[in-house]
């Protein structure tokens, strides 16, 4: 199995982003699909996650609100829109896949794509 992300880049206070991860190999519409983020000198942190169906969600406290996470099981994919971004929103964001349907712990997660860099500049 493996995770793209996609979509990062450099914004403004206030701005958005849609982040994307397209996963090939293992049985897409069965993982429970999940993304966390790392800044410098922090440890990882949940940002959200999304059960098989799409029908249930979580999200961090951090991202409540102003985050939202989506998937396309036909394109096997998952998505992050990200709006009213803050400068404390810079990290690395790394998607993941978690065979069980659902999971919101980075231990439960077995497949990790590589990371996009988002910076928001204040």
């Known amino acids: 199995v493996q995770l793209q992300a996609s979509g990062g880049g450099l914004v403004p206070t206030g701005g958005s982003l849609r982040l994307d991860c397209a996963v090939s190999g293992g049985t897409f519409s069965s993982y429970g699909m999940g993304w966390f983020r790392q800044a410098p000198g922090r440890e990882r942190e949940f940002v959200a996650a999304?059960?098989?169906?799409?029908?249930?969600?979580y999200y961090g406290d951090s991202v409540e609100g102003r985050f939202t996470i989506s998937r396309d099981n036909a394109k096997k994919t998952v998505y992050l829109q990200l709006n009213s971004l803050n400068p404390e929103d810079t990290a690395v964001y790394y998607c993941?896949?978690?065979?069980?349907?659902?999971?919101?712990?980075?231990?439960?997660?077995?497949?990790w794509g590589q990371g996009t860099q988002v910076t928001v500049s204040s």
């Open positions: 993941a896949a978690d065979r069980s349907g659902f999971a919101t712990t980075q231990r439960s997660f077995e497949y």
């Open positions: 999304i059960n098989w169906s799409g029908g249930r969600k």
